[in-house]
T-cell receptor, first 116, second 112 residues
Framework: GENVGLHLPTLSVQEGDNSIINCAYS??????FIWYKQESGKGPQFIID?????DKRQGQRVTVLLNKTVKHLSLQIAATQPGDSAVYFC???????????????FGGGTRLMVKP | SAVISQKPSRDICQRGTSLTIQCQVD?????MFWYRQQPGQSLTLIAT?????????ESGFVIDKFPISRPNLTFSTLTVSNMSPEDSSIYLC?????????FGPGTRLTVL
């Protein structure tokens, strides 16, 4: 499968600021995207998802934006808190033979550090 | 979402030995997956654990090295065989929900 976001950069933000985490995907056939949060010593936790027929979806303090033209996905966190410190992974479903979400390819991840 | 537990949570093993990791889900699920997460890296799918049939392995992973069992719809095991230091990773099981996957807490394996 094609890769999603090979690098693991670090984003450092001040508490209370907004955070934007980016992800580039390469498979234009992907139809479903997910953001996961992984805290130290834990498994990834689902944050928010978006289908390819949408360009924006909002949750509680989080927004995911999808730009299919440039194959770009972003996660925006409003009023970032210390508890948001974690590694964030994007994932895409590229195996169209199965139900969306059941087969995922993960990006490299971004480490978010929130300074108090 | 499903509640997923894994045993052990961590282990330190000698090279050449094998470790079996257990994954228990609190509800019946059709699809279960095993992932490897090497230090500081993303998740790589090892295989899909199929109930009643052999697991489906991804490229680069073989049954002899990572045998998987799936005796029922709530349980699976992954064995890491003949371990070497390169097998030091976090091993995660996940289950498929309606649209996404839910992950267990992971097993942190260190091979000396």
């Amino acid at each position: 499968g094609e890769n999603v976001g090979l690098h693991l950069p670090t984003l450092s933000v001040q508490e209370g600021d907004n955070s934007i985490i980016n992800c580039a995907y390469s498979n234009s056939a992907s139809d479903y995207f997910i953001w996961y949060k992984q805290e130290s010593g834990k498994g990834p936790q689902f944050i928010i998802d978006i289908r390819s027929n949408m360009d924006k979806r909002q949750g509680q303090r989080v927004t995911v934006l999808l730009n299919k033209t440039v194959k770009h996905l972003s996660l925006q966190i409003a009023a970032t808190q210390p508890g948001d410190s974690a590694v964030y992974f994007c994932a895409e479903n590229w195996d169209l033979r199965v139900h969306a979400g059941n087969m995922l390819t993960f990006g490299g991840g971004t480490r978010l550090m929130v300074k108090p | 979402s499903a509640v997923i537990s894994q045993k052990p949570s961590r282990d330190i093993c000698q090279r050449g030995t094998s470790l079996t990791i257990q994954c228990q889900v609190d509800s019946q699920v059709t699809m279960m997956f095993w992932y490897r997460q090497q230090p500081g890296q993303s998740l790589t799918l090892i295989a899909t654990a199929n109930q009643g049939s052999e697991a489906t392995y991804e490229s680069g992973f073989v049954i002899d090295k990572f045998p998987i069992s799936r005796p029922n719809l709530t349980f699976s095991t992954l064995t890491v065989s003949n371990m070497s230091p390169e097998d030091s990773s976090i091993y995660l099981c996940s289950v498929a929900g309606a649209d996404t996957q839910y992950f267990g807490p992971g097993t942190r394996l260190t091979v000396l």
